[in-house]
T-cell receptor, first 112, second 110 residues
């Protein structure tokens, strides 16, 4: 079993839709939960991160962590065509400078 | 501005060749990583280094080795390239939460 599982999609939504992206994990030692966005032919870039459980909001993006269920989510409100990319969840811990484990990535297309 | 530079964008090598992929970061980060990215499999960790001359195996180290003689440079070595090592290779460096990635090297082994 992989430590981090993510549905690769692809996911296609109309502009303005609410998008929900999810990951599950098996390692209860993970403490830092991140979402990266990767545009075509580019390296991933950090979008948001959460430490331990809870929610974090940044503009149209909300990250949620439920450690009891080992489940994390990224919500995108009012999705835009510019949000079309691959979204990767990533986790690390204990400590914030150790091994960083990624999910498979979900490819999102937002249609105008 | 944060920068992670990978030496080659595209590389074509023959089966059995020894291949060096170079990565340089200018942020004085302690941690550096090598991943490979394949469709449907996401980013898989090959090796990471938490200090000069220090390294740890990731999830798929077989067929690879690494070298970190200086803090800013982390090299991935394919000892004898095989066709199943055809992939996108991504280098990253990290201190704190965020990891910063290079643009990747698309390696094709023929």
């Amino acid at each position: 079993q992989k430590e981090v599982e993510q549905d690769p999609g692809p996911l296609s939504v109309p502009e303005g839709a609410i998008v929900s992206l999810n990951c599950t994990y098996s390692n209860s030692a993970f403490q830092y939960f991140m979402w990266y966005r990767q545009y075509s032919r580019k390296g991933p870039e950090l979008l948001m991160y959460t430490y331990s459980s809870g929610n974090k909001e940044d503009g149209r993006f909300t990250a949620q962590v439920d450690k009891s269920s080992k489940y994390i989510s990224l919500f995108i409100r009012d999705s835009q065509p510019s949000d079309s990319a691959t979204y990767l969840c990533a986790m690390s811990g204990p400590g914030n400078t150790g091994k960083l484990i990624f999910g498979q990535g979900t490819t999102l297309q937002v249609k105008p | 501005d944060v920068k992670v530079t990978q030496s080659s964008r595209y590389l074509v090598k023959r089966t059995g060749e020894k291949v060096f992929l170079e990565c340089v970061q200018d942020m004085d980060h302690e941690n550096m990583f090598w991943y490979r990215q394949d469709p449907g499999l996401g980013l898989r960790l090959i090796y990471f280094s938490y200090d000069v001359k220090m390294k740890e195996k990731g999830d798929i180290p077989e067929g690879y080795s690494v070298s970190r003689e200086k803090k800013e440079r982390f090299s991935l070595i394919l000892e004898s390239a095989s066709t199943n090592q055809t992939s996108m290779y991504l280098c990253a460096s990290r201190t704190g939460i965020a990891a910063y990635f290079g643009s990747g090297t698309r390696l094709t082994v023929v």
